[in-house]
């Protein structure tokens, strides 16, 4: 792509995103002069709730550990709009190499794991789907049709697509998933409805915790599970890159096996959950991965760690829910 297309790309995607802004701050107020009442209706949209923390984990494990995976393969370029052949080859390798990397090292330890996949990415790469699934261990969850960006969609076209998202998953998997991290993490003011509406178990795009928690909107508790992320625990930040603005990594993955393994201490103190989200075209390459196999091995090496997916750790925490 040339570079004035990759500028108008990006103020397409500018223009949205401000756009989108407008939307939701009031139609110009200035913050300030908001009411307090106003912004209270705002924040308590979507509010943490309750702890699900259970008194303990299966077989009396201290800790459950949550290793997740964001199948994106080639939807954040298609998302946004790139049409380069370069770019999209980033995405295949998440597939062609990526993917069966992790599933093998998953496998050498005994371990399961989440993978949440766009629609377009499993219909484009359904060998590993298939290979995800053949072990009986792992889930697969929603990661929206085309890695869209919630926030920058009508109610209806969020609907429609998360609708759509879910109705392939289920097709291809021979049942329907039972939870969601929405695209970037990026969750509109409807989202959390629309999770309602599909009846879904449980979402991982939130911030407010990290334990599991349950999800309150308008202040009623909503009967969803949350299962939170955060940018410290996820490989982009780390390891991500792009050639045209400053994303790029800036530390080794020694260091990050030293902050994963800060975090993953504390958790095992606490007794709650360590919960990471990788993406197979980052974590994938094979100095990462080394460092993903010693944060394995140091997390078994204690005791009483349950390696869990999101779903069964959604389900086990699921009768301590209000709603
Ligand atoms: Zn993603």
């Known amino acids: 792509m040339p570079p ?18 407008g939307d939701s701050m009031n139609q110009g107020t200035p913050p300030w002069e908001r009411s307090l009442d106003d912004v209270r209706a705002e924040v308590e949209l979507v509010r943490a709730g309750k702890d699900l923390t259970p008194e303990s984990w299966p077989g009396g494990a201290r800790v459950a550990v949550a290793l997740s995976f964001d199948f994106d393969a080639e939807t954040n370029a298609l998302r946004d709009g790139q049409d380069s052949p370069g770019e999209h080859s ?3 390798y998440a597939a062609r190499v990526a993917v069966p990397r992790i599933l093998a090292l998953l496998e050498k330890h005994a371990v399961p794991a989440s993978f949440f996949v766009p629609a377009v990415t499993a219909l484009l790469h359904p060998a590993e789907v298939e290979a995800i699934l053949a072990p ?4 697969i969850g929603m990661h ?3 890695h869209e960006r919630n926030s920058l969609l009508s109610e209806e076209t969020e609907r429609e697509l998360m609708r759509r998202s879910y109705e392939t998953l289920a097709e291809v998997m021979g049942k329907p998933p039972v939870g969601i991290r929405t695209p970037s993490w990026d969750f509109s003011p409807s989202t959390l409805k629309l999770i309602r509406e599909l009846g879904l178990l449980y979402d991982s795009s939130l911030m407010a915790d990290d334990r599991p928690y349950e999800l309150k ?9 949350e299962l939170p992320v955060e940018w410290l625990l996820d490989d982009y930040p780390y390891f991500g890159f792009s050639r045209f603005d400053a994303i790029r990594p800036h530390i080794t993955p020694g260091e990050v096996l030293e902050i994963w393994a800060a975090e993953f201490d504390v958790a095992y103190l606490e007794g709650t959950m360590f919960l990471l989200t990788m993406h197979p075209k980052y974590i994938g390459h094979r100095s990462r991965m080394v460092m993903l196999e010693e944060l394995i091995q140091y997390m078994r090496g204690h005791e009483g760690v349950w390696f869990a997916t999101h779903e069964e750790i959604a389900r086990y925490v699921a009768p301590g829910l209000e709603g």
């Open 4 to 21: 004035n297309s990759i500028l108008a790309v990006h103020l397409a995607g500018a223009a949205l995103f401000l756009s989108a802004c």
């Open 90 to 92: 980033r995405g295949e």
């Open 136 to 139: 009986g261990v792992h889930e």
């Open 144 to 146: 929206g049709w085309i």
């Open 217 to 225: 909107e308008n202040g009623q508790p909503t009967g969803v599970v």
